[in-house]
């Protein structure tokens, strides 16, 4: 059996058809001293898991965003093994999803539905217009729905309309204040009230 563990992100990308960048996130768990050791070799991060190495640098994630980029074009469904990676896709009309995690020690359920939560959580935030040029105008809310379903290679969340309304929840402390003429008439009169007793009082 292998070792479990909570890392199980090793990225989240949004790439256009041609293979270029609209969203990009590799994870790494906290506190690494290293590439392959320590934090994330004792957690149980399988190779090809957050923090294993290979995806530091910038060369090295585009040279995988490429990979990931012909082995979507070559099909064979929405599953891909590219060791030591495991990558799920979800295409839409110019946009593709991709979720990665370690070919190892991944479950590809949980990476499955990780991914469809984010996709709908983001149809949800752009009424269900998911094309690059929308999701370039809201790239606010895809980064904050990016952080609400996961965390540092950590899945948090894989219900969409949980993470939809966790994004677009409006500031606890405002309120809206509707100023109109009866709530006018009502301040006057109580106004009027105070006073009149102040000045009984006296």
Do not use: M, W, Y
């Given at each position: 059996m292998s070792n479990l563990s909570l890392y199980t992100v090793t990225s989240l990308l949004i790439l256009d058809v041609d293979g270029q960048?609209?969203?990009a996130k590799y994870y790494n768990p906290p506190h690494q001293a290293g590439s392959n050791t320590?934090?994330?070799?004792?957690?149980?991060?399988?190779?090809?898991?957050p923090g294993m190495g290979g995806l530091a640098t910038l060369k090295e994630q585009r040279a995988f965003e490429k990979s990931v980029v012909d082995k979507i074009r070559r099909g064979g469904g929405e599953i891909h093994p590219l060791p030591p990676h495991l990558i799920l896709t979800r295409t839409t009309t110019d946009l593709h999803f991709i979720l990665v995690g370690p070919l190892s020690t991944s479950n590809e359920l949980m990476l499955?539905?990780?991914?469809?939560?984010?996709?709908?959580?983001v149809s949800l935030l752009l009424r269900g217009q998911i094309e690059k040029r929308n999701v370039l105008e809201g790239l606010d809310l895809v980064l904050l729905a990016a952080d609400?379903?996961?965390?540092?290679?950590?899945?948090?969340?894989?219900?969409?309309?949980?993470?939809?309304?966790?994004?677009?929840?409006?500031?606890?402390?405002?309120t809206d204040i509707v100023i109109n003429e009866q709530t006018l008439l009502s301040a006057y009169s109580t106004l009027k009230e105070r006073v009149t007793q102040r000045i009984g009082q006296l």
């Open positions: 960048r609209v969203l320590g934090v994330p070799a004792d957690l149980g991060v399988g190779a090809g898991g499955q539905l990780t991914l469809n939560a984010f996709h709908d959580a609400e379903t996961i965390d540092d290679g950590i899945i948090l969340e894989t219900d969409a309309a949980a993470i939809a309304a966790r994004v677009s929840r409006p500031k606890a402390d405002t």
